[in-house]
């Protein structure tokens, strides 16, 4: 009886497995399953076996599976003592009970066993890693494994709803002894994300998986993640990125929400954070570092459009173009004088809806909306309220205009006050 071409099997089935050599001598009993990492990710390297001697390692290619059910040795002199477990992901040790990130579903979730696959037979007959089981289905065989006959156990299973994740989505972490295990997602995955999806997912990771998660993603995508998690699990990522990496991230940051970190950190560390940063950035958030954190002025992002107030519509579109800032935060464009006062707003439909010749200021709202920079939020929570605002203009005692409070912000504080 030849063995099946394709089954699958999990994990927690096979550990225990007796492993005998063509003689039908027992040599050991299955331990775990080394998988490669680095250019053969996800290849079944080994099968580690616990024998009289202690540990050992045979080569995938020397053991096939028998009719029986048991695993079967091709040569006797494939086992060699486990020496060196670095180069090698153990799936038992290393990624059942680990968090890895489900990307498709937006969230974390817990490996629970592993299916794997033998493809072929004969010479062919080799062991794959197929998904990782992170639902019922795994959870109960782990349970009830021993508990039950092998046979009852897989049926019953089988009446769980399976829940893989494709072992291509899985990769290592290396980033410290006690590697860890999340999918694998590109640069251009992440960046399509939405930047409140990743913050749940940091918060729901382990610390040791939140840091190398969050040390794997470029500046930009860190700074949009790191503004949309809470002080206290802003520090957290933080802690362990050295103060030019931290500056390189917080120069992609709303200079707002740059400040309010920073003000969250020792003043020792912010003064060296701030020392990293290209001197425009630089003075953009220690200039809003002066201000009390609950004026409109600390809330405020000094990133928005402004033009004169002889400016037409086509260098309107000219200057949304070249902004440098976050284009989904703008909602206005703001009309300054020579002296910066601020003299006029113009929603951004009616920008789009004119023609390129025409002049800003016939465009703009009949009464411009502001507010002082040492207005108290609540006061401003209640402005927002009252006009139904998307954003505001912040004005210093000259009524120079000095930054913008966009709705996002009040919400966040209203928020913290539920």
């Not at 992170?134 to 089988?158: N, Y």
């Amino acid at each position: 009886m030849q063995p099946r071409t394709s089954a699958r099997v999990s994990l927690t089935a096979l550990l225990g497995t007796p492993v005998t050599d063509a003689q039908g001598h027992l040599r050991g009993r299955l331990k775990d399953i080394a998988v490669a990492t680095g250019p053969d990710a996800g290849k079944v390297a080994g099968l580690v076996l616990k024998t009289r001697a202690g540990l050992s390692i045979v080569p995938s290619q020397e053991v096939m599976e028998t009719p029986a059910g048991t695993l079967e040795l091709r040569t006797a002199g494939a086992l060699v003592p486990l020496a060196d477990e670095s180069n090698y992901l153990y799936l038992q040790q290393d990624l059942v009970d680990r968090q890895i990130i489900d990307i498709h579903g937006r969230k974390v979730v817990r490996v629970n066993d592993v299916d794997l696959e033998w493809m072929g037979h004969g010479a062919a007959h080799l062991l794959r890693v197929a998904e990782v089981e992170v639902g019922l289905r795994g959870a109960f065989r782990r349970v009830f494994k021993g508990v039950l006959p092998r046979t009852t156990l897989d049926s019953v299973s089988r009446k769980f709803a399976a829940r893989g994740i494709p072992w291509q989505f899985v990769d290592v972490i290396e980033v410290d002894p006690a590697r860890r295990v999340k999918l694998r997602i590109e640069h251009e995955r992440l960046a399509e994300m939405h930047p409140s999806d990743l913050a749940e997912i940091l918060e729901d990771l382990a610390p040791a998986e939140r840091e190398a998660v969050f040390t794997s993603l470029d500046e930009e995508v860190a700074a949009e993640a790191l503004e949309e998690v809470d002080p206290k699990l802003q520090k957290a990522l933080l802690d362990k990125l050295d103060e030019e990496k931290i500056a390189d991230i917080v120069e992609e940051m709303d200079p707002g929400a740059a400040a309010d970190l920073l003000a969250e950190l020792p003043e020792e560390r912010s003064d060296a954070i701030l020392e990293e940063m290209e001197p425009e950035e630089r003075q953009e958030v220690a200039e809003l570092l002066e201000f009390d954190e609950k004026s409109a002025a600390g809330c405020m992002t000094t990133d928005f459009v402004y033009l004169g107030t002889n400016a037409t519509v086509a260098q309107a579109v000219q200057a949304l173009r070249s902004f440098d800032g976050d284009p989904e935060s703008v909602t206005e464009i703001y009309l300054l004088d020579e002296k910066r006062v601020l003299r006029g707003a113009i929603p951004l439909a009616r920008v789009v809806m004119a023609q390129p010749d025409s002049k800003l200021a016939p465009l703009a709202e009949s009464r411009v909306l502001s507010c002082p920079a040492d207005m108290h939020q609540k006061e401003l929570a209640e402005m927002f309220d009252k006009y139904n605002l998307h954003s505001l203009a912040v004005v210093d005692t000259q009524h120079r205009m000095v930054g913008v409070v966009q709705a996002d912000h009040v919400i966040s504080f209203l928020r913290e006050k539920l």
